[in-house]
Nanobody
């Protein structure tokens, strides 16, 4: 199993930027696909971005061109760089480590985009 701890959330004005980090421990980080999900109040949790163990990436249409997912296997950390933030991006952001038939969630970090 793997333990995940997100950090970097906070309050930012529209148009601003944040970088989220997810630090993993307890397993071999490099073999996992890593994803960022978010959940706004009253809404379903949705995939924001995914980076595979091989480094390929997928983004939700709503964040393409604004968000970038990356990983450092040496640091056992996955990042989500969020630029041009909109109020609609406000949510709790969760990190997930995924394998073929299992997954592990972090505790989440709050991102609030407001003036």
């Amino acid at each position: 199993q793997v333990q995940l701890v997100e950090s970097g959330g906070g309050l930012v004005q529209p148009g601003g930027s944040l970088r989220l980090s997810c630090a993993a421990s307890g397993s071999i980080f490099s073999i996992y696909h890593m994803g960022w999900y978010r959940q706004a109040p009253g809404k379903q949790r949705e995939l924001v971005a995914m980076i595979t163990s091989g480094g390929s990436t997928v983004y939700a249409d709503s964040v393409k061109g604004r968000f970038t997912i990356s990983r450092s296997n040496a640091k056992n950390t996955v990042y989500l760089q969020m630029n041009s933030l909109k109020p609609e991006d406000t949510a709790v952001y969760y990190c997930k480590a995924v394998a073929t038939t299992s997954g592990y969630w972090g505790q989440g970090t709050q991102v609030t985009v407001s003036s």
